[in-house]
């Protein structure tokens, strides 16, 4: 036999220096979507960059400012400053409210945090659009090394809430309840990272939804509870539920129940906040997912 390569074709004929056809029927696009379930696993195989990079840019905010992260201290402070003074002095919102001050804390910390995902969420596959053309990996692993970060990042302002808490004149101390805490945070993270996945998902393929996401963020703000007790303010009972049903709202009726009122909230808000975590995850990371294969194309 000659030295040559010779490779028998379809016909059953051997013509040198041919490449059979099945030598490409393994190869796939590298823009390609897998499925749902390859999808999971190529970013459980990524896990250890996400969290690498989180850890990298965690408190990162306030790097180049005088203060640094003394801001992530601060802010949280100063905001409960601002509104206590407006609506609590001013507005008078604290009639009827035991431990307003607290009570505004609570409403100021846990709603920024909840707020931070859907906010930081819009524009992100833009900004990081270099990136993504220049690499071939899940996307969705951006959203879950953002979503780890301000993780790490809400540590700072979670202490200054209970140590406001803890050392407040006359106020509730620690309790048992505040055990409980932990599980709450999940919950607001899990839901907080479904807002991420939809912000991200929405904005990239309308950019103008950012400028939505701004206006309802405000709106999602005062219509809250933040700074005043809803019931009473609101005397209809179609709009009471309406706002009663808003997760926000859940989030921090159960974290002043928790950390305040030493109360363990009723089960219809664990499984209402549980609910809205989990759909909001999946809707929007299934969202996502189906666009994989544009994000690099813009």
């Given at each position: 036999?000659?030295?040559?390569?010779?490779?028998?074709?379809?016909?059953?004929?051997?013509?040198?220096?041919?490449?059979?056809?099945?030598?490409?029927?393994?190869?796939?696009?590298?823009?390609?979507?897998?499925?749902?379930?390859?999808?999971?696993?190529?970013?459980?195989?990524?896990?250890?960059?996400?969290?690498?990079?989180?850890?990298?840019?965690?408190?990162?905010?306030?790097?180049?400012?005088?203060?640094?992260?003394?801001?992530?201290?601060l802010g949280p402070l100063l905001d409960v400053l601002m509104y206590?003074?407006?609506?609590?002095?001013?507005?008078?919102?604290?009639?009827?409210?035991?431990?307003?001050?607290?009570?505004?804390?609570?409403?100021?910390?846990?709603?920024?945090?909840?707020?931070?995902?859907?906010?930081?969420?819009?524009?992100?596959?833009?900004?990081?659009?270099?990136?993504?053309?220049?690499?071939?990996?899940?996307?969705?692993?951006?959203?879950?090394?953002?979503?780890?970060?301000?993780?790490?990042?809400?540590?700072?302002?979670?202490?200054?809430?209970?140590?406001?808490?803890?050392?407040?004149?006359?106020?509730?101390?620690?309790?048992?309840?505040?055990?409980?805490f932990p599980f709450l945070f999940i919950l607001m993270k899990t839901?907080?990272?479904?807002?991420?996945f939809l912000a991200a998902w929405s904005t990239h393929l309308i950019?103008?939804?950012?400028?939505?996401?701004?206006?309802?963020?405000?709106?999602?703000?005062?219509?809250?509870?933040?700074?005043?007790?809803?019931?009473?303010?609101?005397?209809?009972?179609?709009?009471?539920?309406?706002?009663?049903?808003?997760?926000?709202?859940?989030?921090?009726?159960?974290?002043?129940?928790?950390?305040?009122?030493?109360?363990?909230?009723?089960?219809?808000?664990?499984?209402?906040?549980?609910?809205?975590?989990?759909?909001?995850?999946?809707?929007?990371?299934?969202?996502?997912?189906?666009?994989?294969?544009?994000?690099?194309?813009?």
């Open positions: 036999m000659s030295a040559r390569r010779r490779i028998r074709t379809r016909h059953g004929k051997n013509r040198p220096g041919t490449i059979p056809a099945e030598v490409f029927a393994p190869l796939k696009p590298v823009t390609g979507r897998p499925p749902v379930s390859g999808y999971l696993c190529q970013l459980w195989q990524r896990r250890f960059f996400i969290r690498a990079e989180a850890r990298a840019k965690a408190f990162s905010g306030s790097r180049n400012l005088i203060l640094g992260n003394l801001w992530l201290l206590g003074v407006i609506f609590g002095v001013v507005l008078k919102t604290s009639r009827g409210i035991e431990h307003f001050v607290l009570f505004l804390v609570i409403g100021v910390v846990l709603f920024r945090l909840v707020s931070k995902d859907l906010s930081d969420g819009a524009g992100m596959i833009r900004s990081k659009k270099n990136v993504i053309k220049a690499f071939a990996f899940p996307r969705a692993a951006l959203v879950l090394s953002h979503s780890l970060r301000t993780a790490y990042d809400s540590i700072p302002p979670i202490l200054v809430l209970f140590a406001v808490i803890f050392f407040y004149p006359h106020g509730p101390g620690p309790t048992r309840t505040w055990l409980l839901f907080g990272t479904g807002l991420t950019p103008d939804v950012a400028r939505l996401i701004q206006v309802f963020t405000r709106f999602w703000f005062y219509g809250s509870g933040v700074f005043y007790s809803i019931d009473n303010f609101v005397d209809q009972p179609t709009l009471l539920r309406v706002m009663q049903i808003n997760p926000a709202y859940q989030v921090l009726t159960v974290g002043r129940d928790l950390l305040i009122y030493d109360t363990i909230p009723d089960r219809s808000f664990w499984v209402s906040l549980t609910t809205w975590a989990v759909s909001t995850l999946a809707i929007g990371f299934l969202l996502f997912w189906s666009a994989e294969t544009r994000y690099a194309k813009f």
